[in-house]
């Protein structure tokens, strides 16, 4: 007799920030099939998004709560090892908390069918209106977004519950374009910056430069 389908049931979680968002293309940083992965920061300032994320909380901890049980049931023992749970409070670079609430969101970037065949996975970008979003558009850290996730609560070593992402609505979009140069550490507000940008400003040039304009405007056709 064949098993039942198991239905996927989606939720969709509270609006905020993207944290290091890997949805258009996955992290193949620490696994070699890549994982597609965001954090959402809810802010406490927006009463119905807060609500919201204590909803999530509640949810999350109600599913831990019953895999826990499940396996104190099965096992007989009074202690089961626990993960960290995929929500947490943010804390800033000197490890005081933001008042932000911080939950993950992960994909893996492959999958495999009952008959062992390995297949990709995407998550699904929408614009704020519902109209897929733009291929060539990145979604950056800092976008205002809101995920449709499925929750999964298990049990390997210890009990867990994930937030398997799905899809990400992007109300408003902060679009990654990688690092400029302070971003590689560099200081271009210094003395040789300010000088540049002077030189720009004024249009001077230096004799390569003007070796170069030479040699376009010579039309002579000598080689």
């Given at each position: 007799m064949a098993t039942a389908k198991r239905k996927k049931?989606?939720?969709?979680?509270?609006?905020?920030?993207?944290?290091?968002?890997?949805?258009?293309?996955?992290?193949?940083?620490?696994?070699?099939?890549?994982?597609y992965r965001m954090k959402i920061a809810v802010d406490?300032?927006?009463?119905?998004?807060?609500?919201?994320?204590?909803?999530m909380v509640e949810q999350i901890d109600a599913a831990l709560a019953g895999i826990v049980a499940k396996q104190r049931e099965e096992t007989g023992k009074k202690k089961v090892k626990v993960f960290d749970l995929p929500y947490k409070m943010e804390k800033?670079?000197?490890?005081?908390?933001?008042?932000?609430?911080?939950?993950?969101?992960?994909?893996?970037?492959?999958?495999?069918?009952?008959?062992?065949?390995?297949?990709?996975?995407?998550?699904?970008?929408?614009q704020a209106n519902g109209v897929p979003l733009a291929t060539?558009?990145?979604?950056?850290?800092?976008?205002?977004v809101q995920a449709s996730y499925e929750m999964n609560a298990f049990y390997t070593s210890a009990a867990g519950v994930s937030l398997r992402l799905?899809?990400?609505?992007?109300?408003?979009?902060?679009?990654?374009?990688?690092?400029?140069?302070?971003?590689?550490?560099?200081?271009?507000?210094d003395e040789y910056g300010s000088a540049a940008d002077d030189e720009e400003s004024t249009g001077t040039k230096d004799a390569d430069d003007e070796d170069e304009d030479s040699d376009e405007?010579?039309?002579?056709?000598?080689?």
């Open positions: 049931i989606l939720l969709v979680s509270a609006i905020g920030k993207a944290v290091w968002p890997w949805v258009n293309r996955p992290d193949t940083k620490y696994e070699a099939d890549g994982v406490p300032s927006d009463a119905k998004q807060w609500a919201k994320a204590q909803q800033d670079d000197a490890d005081e908390e933001t008042g932000r609430l911080l939950f993950s969101f992960k994909l893996k970037a492959k999958g495999m069918t009952k008959e062992k065949v390995v297949y990709d996975k995407t998550v699904k970008l929408f060539e558009k990145i979604v950056g850290g800092g976008s205002t799905e899809a990400v609505r992007v109300l408003e979009l902060v679009e990654y374009t990688g690092r400029d140069a302070a971003g590689y550490g560099f200081d271009t507000d405007d010579d039309d002579s056709g000598a080689f």
